[in-house]
């Protein structure tokens, strides 16, 4: 019967007499106006410039214009920003080299190129996408691997792939069945930037949150209340472990290819599953762009895991330019960005936001800091993607 005592006995009034009644309009306060400041009294450290050299090697600069239900079927690209408005920024902050995941194929690859990695050699490096667009023509493998062939001759660094493959892209381009991440089309792409030691950056699946109903219980409801169409729940969708299973089969296939896991392989939510990842394939990478709300969350886990995978850990923020960047605001590429993801390595402050906004855009928490050693600093903003990108270190 212990602890019984202190139940109220049955029948009794629910509160005393010094209690009052619930105030039902400060309860029914709508989620989104809920901005609560943390009344904590802690050490705020600014950390305005990192401790070494910085490869953000996770930006997007440039974006194929033409989409069709999520897949990219032209050449034409859109700028985000010019040169001459991001250079004085990675100034600033510390930023050697701007890595342009997004350079988009053909024409529009090389336009991209021309404007960032020739106007300012050793700041910008951009990587080609597949051309999906192609994909329904019967002799695709062949054609992709020509595009490899024309991206590297061009000057791409790299080959990108978004979450178009596994969640968009469908036989027929926009009919059909989904088409999965190890179909044997895709064989000798892989190959061919194998051949040219071009490493793949690999963004498939996303969070499990994404993958559950966006109700209650979701801990990302507010980024799915305002982005829904990062919902990937449902049957005409694999889920989270089908895809990342799918990636492992193919990554398996093609032990000479490098396979940077965008987002630490959008499993940062289970690191030890990333971590079976990183030892299954030694072929493999993760960034962490993005992923700082998830990793610094679970401070001991994460020190653990930077430590044990310090020489396969890249820097990347995910940033977009304003006024693309406005609508996520942990990608927006601004000073105060780069000085969060600073603050997150180099420091051990505690309950801090992750992301430049009044309410946090990936769920409800506050992260802590990982005063990583400079060791591991050097390696994770510097050293690792410069040797995943045969740039001199
Ligand atoms: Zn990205």
Not at 36 to 46: D, E, G, N, Q
Not at 100 to 106: A, P, R, S
Not at 168 to 190: C, H, K, N, Q, S
Not at 342 to 363: C, K, S
């Amino acid at each position: 019967m212990a602890g019984f005592c202190c139940a109220p006995p049955l029948g009794a009034p629910r509160r005393n007499q010094l209690s009052t009644a619930p105030d039902t309009e400060k309860a029914s306060l709508p989620l989104s106006d809920f901005r609560p400041r943390s009344m904590l009294h802690l050490p705020a450290t600014r950390v305005e410039r990192p401790r070494f050299p910085v490869i953000d090697m996770h930006t997007h600069l440039t974006w194929t214009r033409d989409v069709r239900n999520g897949v990219s079927v032209g050449e034409d690209i859109d700028v985000f920003a010019t040169p001459d408005a991001l250079l004085p920024v990675m100034d600033r902050k510390g930023v050697k080299t701007l890595v342009n995941l997004t350079g988009g194929t053909g024409a529009g690859l090389e336009s991209a190129i021309a404007q960032f990695d020739h106007a300012a050699p050793g700041r910008f490096l951009t990587l080609t996408e597949p051309s999906f667009g192609l994909f329904a023509e019967p002799d695709y493998p062949q054609h992709q691997a020509e595009a490899i062939d024309h991206a590297h001759r061009v000057g791409a660094r790299g080959l990108k792939l978004l979450k178009t493959l596994g969640l968009y892209l469908r036989e027929g381009v926009d009919e059909g069945e989904l088409v999965t991440v190890d179909d044997a089309r895709f064989d000798p792409m892989w190959e061919a930037c194998a051949g040219y030691d071009m490493p793949v950056f690999l963004h498939i699946s996303d969070p499990e949150a994404f993958f559950l109903p966006a109700d209650a219980t979701n801990e990302r409801y507010e980024e799915l209340a305002q982005h829904p169409d990062w919902s990937f729940y449902g049957p005409q969708f694999p889920g989270n472990a089908e895809l990342l299973a799918a990636r492992d089969r193919m990554i398996a296939r093609h032990p000479r290819t490098t396979f940077a896991l965008m987002h630490v392989g959008n499993h940062a939510e289970h690191l030890a599953e990333v971590a079976r990842t990183l030892d299954r394939f030694p072929n493999t990478m993760v960034d962490i762009s993005a992923r700082i709300g998830e990793l610094g969350r679970q401070p001991r886990a994460a020190q653990a895991f930077f430590d044990r995978y310090q020489d396969r850990i890249m820097f990347g923020t995910d940033a977009v330019p304003a006024p693309w960047g406005n609508e996520v605001p942990q990608q927006l590429f601004c000073d105060e960005l780069y000085e969060i993801y600073y603050r997150f390595l180099e420091t051990d402050d505690e309950y801090f936001d992750y992301a430049p906004a009044d309410v946090p855009p990936q769920g409800r928490w506050s992260i802590y800091g990982l005063k990583l050693s400079d060791t591991i600093l050097r390696k994770i903003y510097h050293d690792n993607a410069a040797r995943l990108l045969g740039i001199a270190t």
